[in-house]
């Protein structure tokens, strides 16, 4: 291709010479025209010669190129062709040795063993998709997801595979027995994540700083509760934590987590009460009046009885700071002797046996009224609360129990408040009852008997 290019370089440089020495010459107009003419003659045979040249050279690279093209077809096929039956025959190799596996696994009873794994696998999958081990293993491949794969595949086990399995199975049955402790993330309850040391008692409960968590499966994460065990139980765990060795007292929940979550839901004291409603608060007050009143009451006979008690050892001299020694000193008239007359003195010594009664029986009636408007306040407590039950059912048309607990949890809590006050203030109006008996009766003896020897001691004079 270069050569023709310089050919036809050099040919029109040629040419180009030839007009302008025929110019030179060139004395006339025709003479102009005649070389004119001869020199377009000259290009025109110049240019059919290169056409023809460069015609013959490109017919005759087409053919090699044709040629090398073909022979490039040719190798390709036969590649291709070998590869194709290479590749039959590997199949066909591939679907005999298959027939051949199941023939032997068939004979070998492998078919029923492989089943029986797939089986294994499939439910101890559940299993541990609920166990709170999964946490302390959650940053490895997830064990849940390959016994999950390996029930459902329908090919013959690998040995690995089986390796696996017992290795998983094995694993659980062995953390379901120790006490672990490991650093692994915990969520709180505001959904942020923290890493913090967990102590873990089998797969039954795990605590992190003196806090119980709960396992949230569809994350293979542990949480805090939102709500704590009562403090024993969170004293419990943290002796736990901060143990080395030895033996310590921890919480176990049986049912993996079922019973600390509802355990946890049970109301306190202070959202029983107020469950309660108004009812609950009036009833309350009640108690509270009626404890007050015991104790109060309680103190001042005790008190009495010991005053009483010590005036009964030294009868001679009454004083006036107890029952007794009041009405002791009852017997002497205005003039500070004894009365002579015994219906007078008779007189007397009931009159302040009737003053000191009043003052030993105090707060009695308002206890027996209390212990009678407990049960009915909490009767009234009751119907109001199966009223909220029935309002609920009508409105909503259906007997959901979540509806209806409201209104039954206050109708309960309203009874056992009002039994709650009423059964102690009634064993406490019993109690200052006999106390105050008791007084009386001394009081009632020892003046009877003074009134007696006193008369005695007349008839002999």
Not at 68 to 83: D, F, G, H, S, Y
């Amino acid at each position: 291709m270069n050569n023709r290019i310089l050919n036809i370089c050099s040919s029109v440089i040629l040419l180009s010479s030839v007009v302008l020495s025929a110019a030179t010459q060139a004395q006339t107009l025709n003479d102009v025209l005649d070389q004119a003419r001869s020199v377009r003659e000259a290009e025109t045979a110049l240019f059919q010669q290169r056409i023809t040249e460069f015609n013959a050279t490109a017919a005759a690279d087409q053919q090699r190129l044709m040629r090398e093209a073909a022979a490039t077809r040719t190798q390709i096929q036969a590649a291709v062709q070998e590869k194709t039956n290479q590749f039959s025959a590997n199949d066909l190799q591939i679907s005999t040795l298959n027939v051949e596996m199941r023939e032997k696994a068939n004979t070998l009873g492998l078919g029923e063993l492989f089943g029986l794994a797939r089986q294994v696998a499939g439910d101890s999958s559940t299993i541990l998709e609920q166990s709170l081990v999964n946490a302390q293993y959650a940053s490895e491949d997830s064990r849940v997801a390959f016994l999950r794969d390996f029930s459902q595949q329908d090919t013959i086990a690998s040995i690995a595979q089986l390796e696996r399995v017992w290795f998983e199975i094995q694993r659980e049955m062995t953390a379901s027995g120790e006490v672990a402790r490991y650093t692994g993330t915990v969520v709180e309850p505001n959904g942020d994540a923290l890493t913090a040391e967990v102590v873990r008692i089998g797969p039954f409960t795990a605590t992190a700083d003196g806090q119980f968590l709960a396992y949230i499966p569809n994350l293979s994460r542990l949480s805090i509760m939102p709500r704590q065990l009562p403090e024993e139980f969170l004293a419990d765990a943290a002796q736990l934590h901060s143990a080395t060795q030895g033996y310590v007292t921890g919480v176990v929940d049986s049912t993996r987590g079922v019973l600390t979550s509802l355990y946890v839901e049970r109301p306190t004291i202070g959202e029983r009460i107020e469950k309660g409603a108004e009812v609950g608060y009036i009833i309350i007050v009640v108690g509270t009046l009626g404890s007050l009143a015991f104790f109060y009451q309680l103190i001042y006979l005790v008190r009495s009885r010991m005053a009483v008690t010590a005036q009964m050892k030294n009868l001679q001299k009454p004083i006036n700071n107890n029952a007794l020694g009041r009405v002791l000193l009852s017997f002497k008239g205005d003039g500070g002797k004894i009365e002579e007359d015994s219906e007078v003195a008779e007189l007397r010594i009931s009159e302040a046996v009737m003053k000191e009664v009043p003052s030993l029986e105090r707060f009695q009636p308002f206890l027996r009224l209390a212990v009678a408007a407990g049960p009915l306040l909490g009767l009234v407590g009751t119907v109001v609360g199966m009223i909220i039950t029935f309002q609920s059912i009508t409105e909503s048309g259906s007997s959901d129990p979540k509806l209806m607990a409201n209104g039954i949890g206050q109708a309960m809590i309203a009874t056992v408040l009002g039994l709650g006050i009423a059964v102690p203030l009634l064993f406490a109006g019993a109690l200052l009852n006999s106390l105050s008996r008791s007084i009386v009766q001394i009081l009632d003896e020892q003046s009877t008997g003074i009134l007696a020897e006193n008369i005695e001691k007349r008839k002999h004079v």
